[in-house]
């Protein structure tokens, strides 16, 4: 079982930034891909940004140049930074992990609990 912890949400204003941290604990032999979705109310959940073990990177077109996602393999940590803000980045953004727990093991995916993002003035 894997659990991930999601910190760094809240209240900003247009224009603002925010930093996202999610750590990932429990038994885990590789993290294959690692990073973030989001789901505004009445939409359905989306890719924001997701970055491999081995270092590439994949963003949403909606917010590519304005945010950057990196890693911390040693600690099993990936982080989002948001810059420029804008209010239509509001929503819910979950934590996302591939995990292989067991090497040769078949990986499984895993999920935060969600925090909150909202861009307002």
């Known amino acids: 079982q894997v659990h991930l912890v999601e910190s760094g949400g809240g209240l900003v204003q247009p224009g603002g930034s925010l930093r996202l941290s999610c750590a990932a604990s429990?038994?885990?032999?590789?993290?294959?891909?690692m990073g973030w979705y989001r789901q505004a109310p009445g939409k359905q959940r989306e890719l924001v940004a997701t970055?491999?073990?081995?270092?590439?990177?994949n963003y949403a077109d909606s917010v590519k140049a304005r945010f950057t996602i990196s890693r911390d393999n040693a600690k099993n940590t990936v982080y989002l930074q948001m810059n420029s803000l804008k209010p239509e980045d509001t929503a819910v953004y979950y934590c996302?992990?591939?995990?292989?727990?067991?090497?040769?093991?078949?990986?499984?995916?895993?999920w935060g609990q969600g925090t909150q993002v909202t861009v307002s003035s």
């Open positions: 429990g038994t885990i032999f590789t993290i294959n891909s």
């Open positions: 996302f992990a591939r995990v292989t727990a067991i090497l040769y093991r078949a990986p499984d995916d895993y």
């Open positions: 970055m491999t073990s081995g270092g590439s990177r």
